[in-house]
């Protein structure tokens, strides 16, 4: 793979993307809903497609297989738990939907703060989110990095890889918002799929088909076949990954806010069955490239070398190599835009907003837009710091955004919550999982991934039982939410609200 080879194929996309991009403004959006939420309008088949790839980032194509490459099969069985998770978005799915329409929320945190009723608690869960997602966000951009360092042989280098990602977000999220990020997100999600699974058949080929490369595995590393393998899923180890990841569908902002976006319920079903199909196949996708490299590239120093170096290899024509590269890097895009497009909502919304009480639609719009570009530097600064191991890095930060997960179970489930329960309980479990980090991930033998939604349960129960809840504003919420929200749905649908 020529580095003249890598820059045309990254022209091409740029075309490809920037007319779509454009295709996809209808005028230009004046209030925060049309912005960030699309108006919510969205049909089914982009929702699916547009989650998938917001979900599905660097830190799969990059990241599960460096983890599968370091690991072995255990790292299947830790994004199985994932995959497991998302049946969490048929439960609350609907109820995010159905809260969304009914009070006109645009981010999860102001969710929180109308149920609690409680600006500071918008503002806390708000300010939480950014400390852990944009870390989150530049490992995304160190992915890219790596990508493109590994596929070129150091011709381009890591900054470069980072600072092209950036600009690219950037630009994608300001031609229409979340309009011209869902219609790219396709594109990009359609080319992910395709070109990796051709891949992946072609890389399997080239070592001999299924059967050899299991057998091969089996007679000289048949510790990848097993859990723990050489040590790295211990089950302490597989529970810190596993339990933050397995609300990620909750936790994530960037995530739960498309939960407000679908145009109806069907719209909603649409979306998640999409996105459980194409998980499924990426899934195994990433699993098999991570084994693959093992047999094919015995000794790497960076495990997250190992998806650059199949690119790169002879199993892989050039130009199916760079379509993936391509894929990859359209990936990190829409994860990366998408988390700008959120937290700069948030911070406009639920902080600007709340501090500055009566401020327009307008203004707030403004705001976030000021803002997105500040979350970006951010980002690119703690990317250069090329901390290692993109995948468990990605898990460190759920590990914080889990926090925020009792008060969302609660809103719903637990009218006795209040509003301290939520401040208590997001403050004390971030600061905890941090403190965990610090001192080398394990306390009392557990890591933070274990602790973070620990802590915060134990604190939101715990406070919330010695204080009083907001009744009120929790019956005015919960009026919305009914028992069976999917009958209520279709009775609104029936109902022209749609």
Same mark, same amino acid.
């Given at each position: 793979?020529?580095?003249?080879?890598?820059?045309?194929?990254?022209?091409?996309?740029?075309?490809?993307?920037?007319?779509?991009?454009?295709?996809?403004?209808?005028?230009?959006?004046?209030?925060?809903?049309?912005?960030?939420?699309?108006?919510?309008?969205?049909?089914?088949?982009?929702?699916?497609?547009?989650?998938?790839?917001?979900?599905?980032?660097?830190?799969?194509?990059?990241?599960?297989?460096?983890?599968?490459?370091?690991?072995?099969?255990?790292?299947?069985?830790?994004?199985?738990?994932?995959?497991?998770?998302?049946?969490?978005?048929?439960?609350?799915?609907?109820?995010?939907?159905?809260?969304?329409?009914?009070?006109?929320?645009?981010?999860?945190?102001?969710?929180?703060? @109308?149920?609690?009723?409680?600006?500071?608690?918008?503002?806390?869960?708000?300010?939480?989110?950014?400390?852990?997602?944009?870390?989150?966000?530049?490992?995304?951009?160190?992915?890219?990095?790596?990508?493109?360092?590994?596929?070129?042989?150091?011709?381009?280098?890591?900054?470069?890889?980072?600072?092209?990602?950036?600009?690219?977000?950037?630009?994608?999220?300001?031609?229409?918002?979340?309009?011209?990020?869902?219609?790219?997100?396709?594109?990009?999600?359609?080319?992910?799929?395709?070109?990796?699974?051709?891949?992946?058949?072609?890389?399997?080929?080239?070592?001999g088909g299924f059967q050899v490369l299991?057998?091969?595995?089996?007679?000289?590393?048949?510790?990848?076949?097993?859990?723990?393998?050489?040590?790295?899923?211990?089950?302490?180890?597989?529970?810190?990954?596993?339990?933050?990841?397995?609300?990620?569908?909750?936790?994530?902002?960037?995530?739960?806010?498309?939960?407000?976006?679908?145009?109806?319920?069907?719209?909603?079903?649409?979306?998640?069955?999409?996105?459980?199909?194409?998980?499924?196949?990426?899934?195994?996708?990433?699993?098999?490239?991570?084994?693959?490299?093992?047999?094919?590239?015995?000794?790497?120093?960076?495990?997250?070398?190992?998806?650059?170096?199949?690119?790169?290899?002879?199993?892989?024509?050039?130009?199916?190599?760079?379509?993936?590269?391509?894929?990859?890097?359209?990936?990190?895009?829409?994860t990366i835009d998408s988390i700008m497009?959120?937290?700069?909502?948030?911070?406009?919304?639920?902080?600007?907003?709340?501090?500055?009480?009566?401020?327009?639609?307008?203004?707030?719009?403004?705001?976030?837009?000021?803002?997105?570009?500040?979350?970006?530097?951010?980002?690119?600064?703690?990317?250069?710091?090329?901390?290692?191991?993109?995948?468990?890095?990605?898990?460190?930060?759920?590990?914080?955004?889990?926090?925020?997960?009792?008060?969302?179970?609660?809103?719903?489930?637990?009218r006795q919550g209040t509003a301290t329960?939520?401040?208590?309980?997001?403050?004390?479990?971030?600061?905890?999982?941090?403190?965990?980090?610090?001192?080398?991930?394990?306390?009392?033998?557990?890591?933070?991934?274990?602790?973070?939604?620990?802590?915060?349960?134990?604190?939101?129960?715990?406070?919330?039982?010695?204080? @009083?809840?907001?009744?009120?504003?929790?019956?005015?919420?919960?009026?919305?939410?009914?028992?069976?929200?999917? @009958?209520?749905? @279709?009775?609104?649908?029936?109902?022209?609200?749609?």
């Amino acid at each position: 793979m020529t580095v003249s080879l890598v820059w045309w194929a990254i022209a091409g996309y740029l075309a490809i993307a920037i007319v779509i991009a454009f295709l996809s403004r209808q005028g230009k959006s004046q209030d925060m809903s049309g912005y960030f939420l699309g108006n919510r309008q969205m049909n089914g088949f982009v929702s699916a497609l547009s989650y998938s790839a917001t979900t599905y980032s660097a830190f799969m194509m990059v990241g599960l297989a460096g983890l599968t490459y370091a690991g072995g099969v255990g790292a299947l069985g830790f994004e199985i738990v994932y995959f497991a998770g998302v049946s969490l978005v048929a439960v609350f799915g609907p109820r995010f939907w159905a809260v969304g329409k009914a009070f006109g929320f645009v981010t999860p945190s102001e969710m929180l703060g @109308r149920r609690y009723d409680s600006r500071a608690v918008a503002i806390v869960v708000a300010l939480s989110n950014c400390l852990f997602l944009i870390p989150y966000a530049a490992v995304q951009l160190a992915g890219i990095g790596y990508l493109l360092q590994g596929t070129t042989q150091g011709a381009v280098p890591f900054t470069a890889g980072v600072l092209l990602a950036t600009a690219l977000a950037l630009f994608f999220s300001y031609i229409a918002g979340i309009r011209s990020v869902m219609w790219t997100d396709s594109l990009q999600a359609i080319m992910m799929i395709v070109a990796s699974t051709l891949v992946t058949f072609l890389v399997i080929q080239g070592l001999g088909g299924f059967q050899v490369l299991f057998d091969t595995l089996a007679a000289e590393r048949p510790e990848m076949l097993v859990v723990p393998g050489e040590g790295l899923f211990t089950f302490t180890t597989f529970l810190g990954l596993t339990i933050p990841w397995f609300f990620f569908s909750l936790s994530n902002p960037q995530v739960s806010q498309r939960l407000f976006m679908p145009a109806s319920l069907s719209a909603m079903r649409q979306m998640l069955l999409g996105f459980l199909v194409f998980g499924f196949i990426y899934t195994l996708v990433s699993v098999l490239w991570g084994l693959s490299a093992v047999v094919a590239f015995p000794g790497l120093d960076n495990a997250d070398l190992a998806t650059p170096s199949l690119l790169t290899s002879g199993h892989v024509p050039p130009l199916l190599g760079v379509i993936v590269m391509i894929g990859i890097l359209a990936a990190a895009v829409s994860t990366i835009d998408s988390i700008m497009l959120t937290l700069s909502s948030m911070v406009a919304r639920d902080v600007y907003g709340n501090l500055k009480p009566g401020s327009s639609e307008a203004r707030q719009l403004t705001v976030g837009k000021w803002v997105i570009p500040v979350i970006a530097l951010l980002a690119l600064g703690f990317a250069e710091l090329q901390l290692s191991l993109i995948a468990v890095l990605s898990v460190a930060a759920s590990a914080g955004l889990v926090a925020v997960v009792p008060a969302i179970i609660g809103a719903f489930y637990w009218r006795q919550g209040t509003a301290t329960g939520v401040l208590v309980s997001v403050i004390v479990a971030s600061a905890f999982v941090l403190f965990v980090y610090a001192i080398g991930n394990s306390f009392l033998g557990l890591p933070a991934g274990v602790w973070g939604i620990v802590v915060a349960s134990l604190t939101f129960v715990g406070v919330s039982l010695a204080s @009083r809840p907001a009744h009120a504003a929790a019956d005015e919420f919960l009026a919305a939410v009914p028992q069976s929200p999917g @009958r209520t749905l @279709r009775v609104v649908e029936k109902g022209g609200e749609r």
